[in-house]
């Protein structure tokens, strides 16, 4: 492939680039829906013209084009319709918007992560979520999972830290 | 009622890295030789049509200043800016602008310059089309673990192509070893090919597979070796109308051409959400494909396709478009690609140029689609001709997130009249 072409560093600019300011908000629904991750509990929106249920929250409907209100409970345990692996990610080897994700802390050194679509019970879409608990080697498409939530969540997209094997959570309760 | 149409030149550039020109001389040289191809004088265009990936070359964004470099002054300039489909965006604006009746000939032109952007697509491109919609929801609190999983770890494309591969796979019963045929198949092809990037001259599958570099797992279970470059290029096609394409000698006629969207598969806002349906399905590309068969008059396109050349930067998508262009059954284009069916000399070839595996200017990749088929029904792809009378080729294009599909159909005949 192509080789690395030796470039000139010909000017640096200092400065901030406060990411967290962009004047693009958040829909205001997500208010609603990390009001739900608080309580550990999962919503979608349910389109009383087709029955599609959205998780998470969407307020218009793209199969029939029409708004949605009404808001329905999702179980929390779900099953895995789409994954992929990442190779083992070590400090120094990628870097994200410049940023290591090892030495940020983000990933730890070595790790191999699981990305799955989950659809949960009750819902029609797809969430994209991390694999928890789990060797690469056992993932597979209808694999039976279930939501991982902080101890202690505080209201944000975060609270939802990902998913893990069904089984595993019955033989340690 | 519309007008026939037909591809009457073919322009490409050399594609890989080019540090020899600059965006607009490089656009200037596929302009030149499309125009040169038809056997056409810069005056007898009417009009232009062009476009590129937006913002992924990173800098001076050349469709917005260079008309002077590419024949346009005082004439009308359109840009066109679809994702992944804009070249295949590019050729049917042309198409739609002669069939109309406005215009007799028109020069269409997709390009992309990746290497001027120090990290080619990934600094410029997906800081424009990826991040914003990661940055609003930190006010969300949203964590980078989840988001490396919206990203598929290797980021945009490539990350939701992981999915889709493994989503393919699992409906279909093929392999990552049948990943590495279609690989190898399209960097041996690209050798064939002098405007291709990756060229790897009778590369087989073990090559792929057992190679320290590119053997490894960008994101399972899509291989480094699976992906396809960034490159620089620019092609372009003179799209003329039936009393111009008559002097030609064997212009390609266009036949049929649809372009159809699905936002059901992909994900939505926040790369999360919507994925109703499963990003290996494309539905939308099954659609355009009946729709455009059907104005060209095809009625058994798995007879009647002589070649096809499709948009697949990671392998799996060969096969998926493959069957959604209603060239294989459901789940069977693996078998085909076992039998060698898909071969430059096989029974129905499938990217004999070597694809978009071998060569991604992204503007540039689903125009040289078009451009490709056309080729090979004037019978000037020259190595990679395929050894057969080519009647009819299918050119295909995918973009946006996973959710574009543009199909257009070309012929040795012009379209029937009904």
């Known amino acids: ?173 | 009622m519309w007008r026939n149409v037909a591809v009457i030149g073919v322009g490409q550039t050399k594609h890989g890295r080019r540090r020899d020109v600059n965006v607009a001389e490089m656009i200037s040289e596929a302009a030149w030789r499309a125009i040169e191809d038809a056997e056409l004088a810069p005056e007898d265009i009417d009009a232009i049509a062009i476009g590129n990936m937006q913002g992924f070359g990173g800098v001076c964004q050349a469709e917005l200043w260079s008309g002077d470099m590419f024949g346009a002054p005082g004439k009308p300039l359109l840009r066109i800016a679809t994702g992944g489909t804009t070249g295949g965006s590019v050729a049917q604006c042309a198409i739609y602008q002669v069939a109309s009746g406005l215009f007799d000939v028109v020069l269409a032109i997709g390009f992309e310059k990746h290497s001027d952007s120090k990290e080619p697509g990934a600094t410029m491109g997906l800081a424009h089309v990826g991040l914003a919609n990661l940055f609003h929801l930190l006010e969300c609190g949203v964590d980078m673990r989840t988001s490396f999983a919206w990203g598929g770890g290797v980021g945009a494309a490539a990350g939701v192509s992981a999915y889709q591969a493994a989503n393919y796979m699992h409906r279909s019963g093929c392999g990552v070893e049948h990943l590495d045929m279609v690989a190898a198949k399209s960097r041996s092809n690209a050798a064939k090919n002098e405007y291709a990037h990756l060229q790897w001259p009778n590369c087989t599958p073990d090559d792929i597979a057992n190679h320290p570099r590119y053997g490894k797992f960008a994101a399972y279970p899509l291989r480094f070796g699976h992906i396809c470059p960034a490159s620089d290029g620019a092609s372009a096609i003179i799209v003329a109308s039936e009393e111009f394409a008559r002097s030609a000698e064997r212009p390609a006629w266009v036949r049929g051409l649809a372009a159809c969207a699905d936002e059901e598969n992909q994900m939505a806002e926040n790369a999360q959400g919507v994925a109703v349906v499963d990003s290996s399905e494309q539905i939308q590309c099954k659609v355009a494909a009946l729709k455009a068969y059907r104005m060209a008059g095809i009625k058994n396109p798995k007879k009647e396709i002589d070649v096809a050349e499709i948009y697949q930067p990671f392998p799996h998508q060969e096969l998926i478009y493959s069957e959604r262009l209603l060239l294989f059954d459901d789940g069977k284009a693996w078998i085909a690609l076992e039998e060698g069916e898909t071969q430059i000399d096989g029974r129905l070839p499938i990217d004999p140029s070597g694809g978009v595996l071998s060569t991604n200017a992204i503007g540039s990749s689903a125009m040289q689609r078009v451009a490709e088929c056309a080729l090979q029904i004037m019978g000037k792809a020259g190595e990679h001709q395929v050894p057969k009378d080519v009647k009819n080729a299918v050119a295909h294009g995918w973009g946006g997130s996973t959710n574009f599909t543009v199909v257009t159909v070309l012929g040795d005949t012009p379209r029937l009249r009904r």
């Open chain 1, 1 to 173: 492939m192509a080789k690395e072409e030796k470039r000139k560093e010909t000017l640096t600019v200092e400065g901030d680039w406060p990411i967290g300011s962009y004047v693009y908000k958040a829909p205001p629904l997500y208010k609603e829906l990390l009001a739900c991750y608080k309580e550990k509990k999962l919503i979608g929106s349910l389109c009383t013209g087709c029955g599609m249920v959205y998780v998470p929250l969407r307020n218009i409907c793209g199969r029939c084009w029409r708004k949605i209100d009404t808001r329905v409970g999702v179980s929390d345990i779900g099953t895995v319709t789409g994954f992929t692996i990442s190779p083992e990610i070590r400090k120094g080897e990628v870097k994200v918007m410049g940023i290591d994700p090892v030495e940020a802390g983000w990933l730890e050194e070595g790790e191999r992560l699981i990305m799955v679509y989950v659809k949960f019970d009750g819902a029609n879409s797809n969430y994209t979520t991390i694999l928890m608990n789990a060797k690469p080697e056992e993932v597979h498409i209808g694999m039976r999972v279930r939501a991982v939530w902080k101890d202690e969540p505080e209201g944000k997209l975060s609270d939802l830290q990902g998913v893990e094997p069904v089984k595993q959570l019955q033989h340690t309760t």
